[in-house]
């Protein structure tokens, strides 16, 4: 072999350890991430159903006075370069494959959704925006305002960065400035009203950090982390306890990555709990799938009912979000979101810029959920198939570059008072729930909208943004309008007012910013220490328990409240002397 073949037979080598360490973690030390297949029986204190936003700080928390077990339906994030890029980020959600890291739903609303299906969960598929909630939502959570304030450094210490902000950003800044929406608050993880700069979990060359690595922070002797072990219920059974018979949760059921069934079992120590952290979708599915719910729609399920509770699925709400594309007369540097205006009018707007993808990505099959492939609502609802949606596959790629060219300055609703319900499609735990949101149909959320759109149309004619656009002298409200009807994705069929009525606009043109939360909130499916009324030992902590989307972005706060809720379950446990 000569001195060149060798030297490239070593750089395969080195490129081939360092996919497996990059897979594993890299440097994190994380404890190991095991298939569920490898499962071998022991009991734990917690079993933690779900590795996502909530469940990985929790996990962590937990482990480092008790055993834990962290059961995750999908696989690792990492060495998978479509989760870890910046430049990446639409590819995630576009991919439909069995593999994907995201799971798409299409609520009954005609909005495409999608849900985790990773160690990380939300994390690992998001924009990476960070903001902590803000005051009043601590209070009127009832949290203990000392330890939230102790626990969102615990994150942001470990995965949480200041942006360098993109050009489109700064325009964004600028223009809210200009437009009247002040003060500017500078870099600020804090809800504050104005403008300002948040943080990201993105670092400065452009590196995803997630929840998955806040596992590092772990007791590796006491953690365990199963991967493709999809829980299809929770084990329960019957004991006395106040003159009458309780359920008690004692551990669950899962299947590996072959098909093949396991159980997992809390010892019985006082204090051990299954804790639900499957996420708005997943949590109150699976309390549903194992007996806890509305007496009606179990029994037409055929689901053995174990705790009749009307509320388990109810009250369920999305953000909704509603964007103008501005075309710009140079190619835009892609941007997530950055710079956020907080308005007093119940108002967020924010932007993204830019589409990229890297040389190496892993590619996938788009479909439907490509915001590549034009606008699959324009199609009428009985013409929509599978030959009309693989014609717009093909299609895309002949598109010209210069449709990128351009970026999106959005609005959503803070705590939007339309909200709906979440309902068994069938028994199968991978199936999607059926899922309502009833966007706008409370009329101050569509009010709210129209202001929105409107501060909009006042940062578009700002010279910030006027001398970026191809005229160089701004574009009239009606064709970006136009614009972004289409570049919109959702299946909802298009009126021929939409440029002339923002109301129309807004039912038309909503999707979604994947904040959905509710269907276990806390008094009604959940008691204020986050246990499931009428059931011992089992505990729900993650979105679901939410009644409204705290901050801009929920995820500072979803992350919080795992490490959150892990010290006050250790603290009542061990006394407040517990040291983590």
């Known amino acids: ?81 479509n989760i870890t890029l910046l430049e990446n980020f639409h590819i995630c959600l576009a991919d439909v494959s069995p593999q994907s890291p995201s799971q798409a739903f299409i609520s009954t609303d005609g909005v495409i959704n999608a849900r985790a299906n990773v160690l990380g969960g939300g994390t690992c598929i998001n924009a990476g925006f960070y903001s902590r909630a803000k005051p009043s939502f601590v209070q009127q959570a009832g949290w203990d305002a000392e330890l939230v304030n102790q626990s969102y450094p615990w994150v942001e210490e470990r995965i949480v960065h200041w942006p360098k902000v993109a050009p489109w950003q700064a325009a964004l800044r600028d223009g809210l400035l200009e437009a009247g929406v002040s003060p500017y608050n500078g870099y600020s993880y804090d809800h504050l009203y104005g403008t300002k700069v948040g943080g990201t979990i993105f670092d400065d060359t452009g590196r995803r950090h997630t929840a998955a690595d806040l596992l590092a922070a772990g007791n590796p002797s006491n953690l365990r982390v199963l991967l493709h072990a999809t829980v299809d219920k929770i084990l329960l059974a019957r004991k006395h306890g106040g003159g009458r018979k309780q359920p008690r949760a004692t551990g669950v059921r899962f299947r590996d990555e072959n098909g093949a069934h396991h159980q997992a079992f809390l010892t019985r120590k006082r204090g051990s709990d299954v804790i639900v952290s499957a996420g708005a979708i997943g949590s109150p599915q699976l309390l549903l799938l194992s007996g806890i719910g509305p007496r009606g729609q179990l029994s037409r399920h055929n689901v053995s009912l174990v705790h009749a509770n009307e509320h388990v699925g109810e009250g369920m709400s999305d953000n909704p979000m509603n964007s103008i594309f501005v075309p710009m007369k140079n190619p835009t540097e892609q941007s997530l979101i950055e710079t956020v205006g907080i308005t007093d009018a119940g108002v967020f707007i924010e932007a993204s810029s830019g589409f990229s993808q890297s040389d190496d990505s892993i590619h996938c099959h788009h479909g439907i959920m490509s915001a590549e492939i034009g606008q699959i609502s324009t199609i009428p609802p009985k013409q929509r198939s599978l030959d009309q949606i693989q014609e717009y596959v093909r299609n895309k790629h002949s598109l010209p570059k210069e449709v990128f060219d351009g970026g999106f300055i959005l609005e959503k609703i803070d705590g939007p008072l339309s909200t709906g319900s979440l309902v068994l499609a069938d028994t199968d735990i991978d199936s999607n729930p059926s899922v309502s949101f009833n966007y706008f149909q409370h009329p101050q959320d569509l009010r709210r909208c129209v202001y929105g759109i409107q501060t909009i149309e006042r940062i578009l004619k700002t010279n910030h943004f006027a001398n970026l656009t191809a005229n160089g002298a701004g574009y009239p409200m009606e064709t970006l309008l136009n614009l972004s009807v289409s570049a919109n994705i959702n299946l909802i069929p298009k009126h021929t007012d939409d440029t002339t009525s923002l109301e129309q606009f807004c039912r038309d043109t909503v999707t979604t910013i994947w904040h959905y939360h509710g269907g276990c909130h806390v008094g009604k499916v959940v008691d204020r220490h986050y246990r499931v009324i009428g059931i011992s030992g089992l505990r729900v902590i993650d979105g679901s328990t939410l009644f409204s989307s705290p901050g801009t972005n929920p995820q500072a706060t979803v992350l919080m409240m795992g490490r959150y809720m892990g010290v006050k379950i250790l603290r009542e446990r061990l006394g407040r002397a517990a040291g983590v």
């Open 1 to 81: 072999m000569d001195l060149l073949s060798r030297g490239a037979a070593v750089f395969k080598a080195l490129v081939f350890l360092c996919f497996i360490r990059s897979s594993q973690g890299g440097d994190l030390n994380l404890p190991p991430l095991v298939k569920a297949s490898r499962f071998q029986s022991e009991a734990y204190d917690y079993i933690i159903v779900g590795g996502g936003t909530a469940g990985c700080p929790l996990a962590a928390t937990l482990s480092h006075k008790y055993k834990v077990l962290l059961l995750e339906r999908g696989g690792s994030p990492y060495g998978n370069r």
